[in-house]
């Protein structure tokens, strides 16, 4: 009986997690998803619209224009797939799929829901 429960709770502790975007649906990917249209788009001001005050001041247009040209390379952006994630650090790996190839989206959460780290990175198999 007493395993029974245990197995309850731990059912339970895992559905709240999902709930919350443990799984990497939730807030972190709908962030990392407009921010990388924005991107795709070449749209500086929707880049940094969920970006925190730091990463903001870091970003310029010329950056975006380079990373937007790279993207279009790989052809129409058709969103974003979950890869992995690290709680400890609130960062989620995505890959960013297009119509001939993907790339990988990484973000970092800052304690707000802000985004404190973005980077795309070129696929392993690329």
């Keep these: 009986m007493r395993n029974l ?13 999902a ?23 070449d749209d500086p001001q929707g880049v940094t619209s969920h970006f925190d005050d730091q990463l903001k001041s870091q970003v310029t247009r010329t950056e975006v224009g380079i990373l937007s040209d790279q ?9 974003l797939s979950f890869m992995n994630s690290d ?14 190839g993907s790339m990988n989206v990484v973000v970092r959460l800052d304690q707000n829901g802000e985004i404190a780290a973005y980077r795309v990175l070129a696929s392993a198999s690329q």
Excluded: I
């Design 5 to 17: 429960a245990a197995a309850l709770v731990l059912g339970s502790f895992a559905l709240v997690l």
């Design 19 to 41: 709930a919350c975007g443990g799984g990497g649906n939730g807030q972190a990917q709908s962030l990392a998803d407009a921010t990388t249209k924005a991107v795709y788009n």
């Design 71 to 79: 993207m279009h390379k790989q052809g129409d952006y058709q969103g």
């Design 87 to 100: 709680p400890n650090k609130n960062e989620y790996t995505y890959r960013a799929n297009f119509s001939k």
